[in-house]
């Protein structure tokens, strides 16, 4: 494919990394679009995302602009790395703005264990959990929930997991939003919902889900003070790192609100430029049953992230003989990637409230925030930038820039740049995991040909993701994670 | 050729378009594409017949609402298909499903985790054809 020419002519250039699409560009843009990227970034970026992002400008009560984040990439709807604030009187909600997998997100844990001490036991670690955190197709979840406890998860997240021995309290601070989104009504969420949900409580997933245990060494720690704050502290250091989100629970409720959402907007005669992009007014019936809903799914992501923490501390326990507790296994933070949320932020000047989605990015909240626990007020929201399975990852936090310019928000990953059926074409999953292993990186796996698709060069570099971020200040690099061990859904 | 699968649309997803005939061997081969990017299908028996009936106001969202009626039977029962029978009735489907639960014979592809309604649309031209992106 050829993505040179895909780049807009009406683009300006309004600083190093920031390129801006005028309203004029598009019929019925509300507001300008602004994509976040290094030149050579822009330039990579598929044809996809200039038409995607401008069509999200064009959504009623959207405010200052529609955002492309450097990790950016063609999706459904919204692109993925795409973030947009609505006026809560006169704006939408869309489930195209959140993607099917709702609060899809990051989860990162230390350990006070380091290279010396799990490399010999990495086989037969990475091998339990990829028997106790069930992954791949048909997995049913190690935690079997019944249909009332599934609706006190909708409404409590997190929160349920520690009632029921699932973890610490201390790790309720350190999840976005506690854990749980208010609002949600488990009356909202359809029987069939309930149906996908009761089995998959406690599963990875599959697609580019993944559960890895990762090195921090001496040379990529790049803020050593923050480093400290979130608990990196050694050289060599382990962590493990969290990508899941809400399962089929989460995709059925965004299913059956998609195809409302359509009918509604019949009646209401809202146009739309992509039916993914279906919406309805904030204050409907329509938009506030969806939030509703959409909680509820949230919830369920944390809490599943939660339970799959708990199977961690427990598998880590059996290898290294320690209570996770003395090997130091505290959640560093767990972030969402894929949801809409009430937030307050400054416009023109005044604070406002207004529904921000972020669709493959990240809330990047800055110091002082209210809503951060008092463990990182001082110095910010940690930021969990999740990396191809071979290349590595990173921790960030967030920055008052961010506040300022993009509603608080910032990446998500790597973004990938070349389709699953080509990366397929290119590799094959055992070669791949040879190859890794080789490299000291073991995976293992429920689907070769989806290890395949997951391949590093699939992906942009995550270097240059984290510079644009840099460069633009919406959030700032911490430390950089290799891979050591991996599973994959 | 019953479908084909769209390299360079949607990146990190899976499209693909399917043609038929008439809009019955449509919806069958967009069925079919959407149970190859779940597993290989010739590795499936059709031992379970299930039927499925849907209404809808136009025909994308008959489409729409059929496929996502797959993927949760692949959820919830686990339930895999090859083959299919569909009968449109303007903005009515009647469809008949075969296919068997999830087993270690069965060679599993993609977990789809939805079907989305990006570009979704079917056209009519020398025969029907119908764009398709799953959500991976």
Redesign the interface.
């Known amino acids: ?1 050829i993505k040179i020419n895909n780049v807009p002519k009406e683009i300006k250039k309004v600083s190093e990394v920031i390129w801006e699409i005028p309203k004029s560009f598009k019929k019925g843009m509300n507001v300008p679009a602004r994509i976040y990227a290094s030149e050579k970034l822009l330039k990579d970026m ?1 044809q ?1 995302v200039f038409d995607q992002v401008t069509n999200v400008a064009c959504l009623p009560g959207i405010q200052k602009y529609a955002y492309c984040m450097p990790d950016g ?5 919204f692109p ?1 790395g795409g973030v947009a604030a609505f006026d809560l009187e006169k704006g939408v909600i869309s489930p ?1 703005g959140i ?3 709702i609060n899809c997100g990051m989860r990162l844990v230390t350990t006070n264990l380091t290279f010396k001490d799990v490399q010999p036991k990495l086989r037969p670690l990475i091998d339990l959990l990829f028997q106790k955190v069930p992954a ?3 997995a049913k979840g190690f935690l079997r929930v019944t249909e009332n406890q599934l609706k006190d998860i909708m409404v409590n997240g997190a929160e349920w997991c520690v009632e029921n021995n699932f973890g610490r309290k201390q790790d309720i601070e350190r999840i976005e939003a506690n854990g749980c989104i208010k609002n949600a009504d488990s009356t909202k969420v359809s029987e ?1 919902a309930v ?2 949900g009761l ?2 409580m406690g599963t990875l ?4 889900h993944y559960l890895e245990v990762q090195l921090v060494t001496a040379q990529n720690i790049i803020r050593p003070e923050i480093a400290k704050r979130f608990g990196i502290t050694t050289p060599d250091q382990i962590v493990i790192m969290v990508h899941c989100g809400s399962r ?1 629970f989460g ?2 409720i ?2 059956d609100y ?2 409302s959402f ?2 509604a907007m ?1 009646e209401m005669n809202l146009g739309v430029k ?3 992009l ?1 919406c309805a007014p904030f204050k409907s019936k329509e938009g506030r049953d969806y939030y509703k809903a959409m909680a509820c799914a949230a919830n369920f992501a944390f809490a599943n992230r939660q339970v799959i923490l708990h199977r961690i501390r427990e598998c880590f326990s059996e290898i290294f003989k320690k209570e996770a507790e003395d090997m130091d296994m505290n959640l560093i933070y767990d972030v969402a990637h894929n949801i809409a949320k009430v937030e307050e932020h400054k416009i023109d000047g005044s604070k406002k409230e207004v529904v921000v989605h972020r669709k493959g990015a990240t809330r990047s909240f800055g110091p002082g925030h209210p809503e951060l626990t008092d463990l990182y007020r001082d110095v910010g929201q940690p930021v969990i930038l999740g990396g191809s399975m071979e290349t590595g990852s990173y921790l960030l936090v967030g920055t008052e820039k961010a506040m300022e310019e993009t509603f608080g928000s910032t990446a998500h990953g790597s973004g ?7 990366a397929k074409h290119l590799v094959r999953g055992d070669e791949l995991q040879k190859s890794m292993e080789k490299r000291g990186i073991y995976v293992k796996t429920a ?1 070769m ?2 290890l395949a698709e997951e391949a590093g060069f699939a992906y942009k570099n995550i270097s240059d993701v984290v510079h644009t971020l840099e460069t633009a200040d919406i959030s700032r690099g911490v430390v950089a994670f290799k891979p050591i061990g991996n599973i994959k ?1 | 050729m019953r479908f084909e ?1 769209l ?8 499209a693909f378009r399917a043609e038929g005939n008439s809009l019955n061997e449509l919806f069958e081969n967009a069925a079919f594409a959407l149970a190859e990017t ?1 597993a290989d299908t010739s590795t499936l028996k059709d031992s379970i017949i299930r039927t499925i009936e849907v209404e ?2 136009d025909q ?2 008959l489409l ?2 059929f496929l ?1 009626e797959m ?2 039977l ?3 029962e ?1 339930l895999f298909f090859s083959k299919f029978e569909v009968n449109v009735e303007g903005n009515k489907l009647s469809a008949k499903l075969y296919g068997e639960k ?1 087993n270690d014979n069965i060679s ?4 789809v ?8 649309k079917i056209q009519k031209k020398d025969k029907y054809y119908a764009t398709v ?1 799953l ?2």
Do not use: C, P
Not at chain 1, 205 to 208: A, D, H
Not at chain 1, 416 to 422: G, N
Not at chain 2, 113 to 120: F, G, N
């Open positions: 494919m598929d996809g990439h063609w999706g459904y709807g993925i195209g993607g099917f997998d791949g197709v048909g069939k149906k996908r089995r998959q997933g599959s697609g580019n089929g995709h059925q965004a299913t998609l195809g359509n009918r019949k992509d039916r993914e279906a990938r740049t070349m389709s699953r059926t080509k689907s040909s989806g859904g | 699968y390299e360079d649309v949607a990146t990190a997803d899976i779940m809808e106001e994308e969202h729409f609402s996502s993927v949760y692949r959820d919830v686990l999830l599993l592809r993609n977990d985790k939805a079907v989305t309604m990006h570009m979704l992106v959500d991976i």
